[in-house]
């Protein structure tokens, strides 16, 4: 089945450690994105990348990084740089930027303790 | 700066009602709207993309309404179910920008 994977599903933290969100897609979409949701605030994209090897800073791309080293990977990382990183963590992909569907994946929920 | 407005926050009607979802946004050069469907705890499902130079989008029960002049777009749910019950939400991308923007969104509660 075509689709978009996450992992972890639920993650905890200590303060001061960076942490990483898998995001594994096999719709052979070339567009991936980041975005996170807080109660009330709706989704707010963090990171996308257009193509392999290339990517651009949302509106809240502080505090993380990413990479897209292959086309059906997009990892996440919080960094101890992120002040509020309690957060639902959401991946998605398009066929291209923004000119077709996107389809999400199952979220991550990162908990810092 | 385009900004999605969904009203009302909450809505919560018997089971078999119709009901429509309201969508607005304040800049009318979009490329595209979607529809989506969150429940508790996971990912959005996508319910229908309509292109800007569309009018409506049907899928089953489901129809989205696209009015670019007047900034507005509804979902009509036809003969609710309680499995209808979640979070609606809408997005927009603008022409030439590479991300989408979302409303708040609806949560739709449909009791037996």
């Known amino acids: 089945d075509g689709g978009i994977t996450q992992s972890p599903k639920y993650l905890f933290r200590k303060e001061g450690q960076n942490v990483t969100l898998s995001c594994e897609q096999n719709?052979?979409?070339?567009?991936m994105y980041w975005y996170r949701q807080d109660p009330g605030q709706g989704l707010r994209l963090i990171y996308y990348?257009?193509?392999?090897?290339?990517?651009q800073k949302g509106d809240i791309a502080e505090g993380y990084s990413v990479s897209r080293e292959k086309k059906e990977s997009f990892p996440l990382t919080v960094t101890s740089a992120q002040k509020n990183p309690t957060a639902f963590y959401l991946c998605?992909?398009?066929?291209?930027?923004?000119?077709?569907?996107?389809?999400f994946g199952e979220g991550s929920r990162l908990t810092v303790l | 700066k385009q900004e999605v407005t969904q009203i009302p926050a909450a809505l919560s009607v018997p089971e078999g009602e119709n009901l429509v979802l309201n969508c607005s946004f304040t800049?009318?050069?979009?490329?595209?709207l979607q529809w989506f469907r969150q429940d508790p705890g996971k990912g959005l499902t996508s319910l229908l993309l309509?292109?800007?130079?569309?009018r409506e989008q049907t899928s089953g029960r489901l129809n989205a309404s696209l009015d670019k002049s007047s900034g507005r777009s509804t979902l009509y749910i036809a003969a609710s179910q309680p499995g209808d019950s979640a979070t609606y939400l809408c997005?927009?991308?603008?022409?030439?920008?590479?991300?989408?923007?979302f409303g708040q969104g609806t949560r739709l509660t449909i009791n037996p």
């Open positions: 998605a992909s398009s066929w291209m930027a923004n000119t077709g569907e996107l389809f």
């Open positions: 719709l052979n979409h070339d567009a």
């Open positions: 990348s257009q193509i392999v090897n290339d990517f």
């Open positions: 800049d009318s050069a979009i490329y595209n």
């Open positions: 309509i292109q800007s130079s569309q």
């Open positions: 997005a927009v991308t603008l022409e030439g920008a590479q991300k989408l923007v």
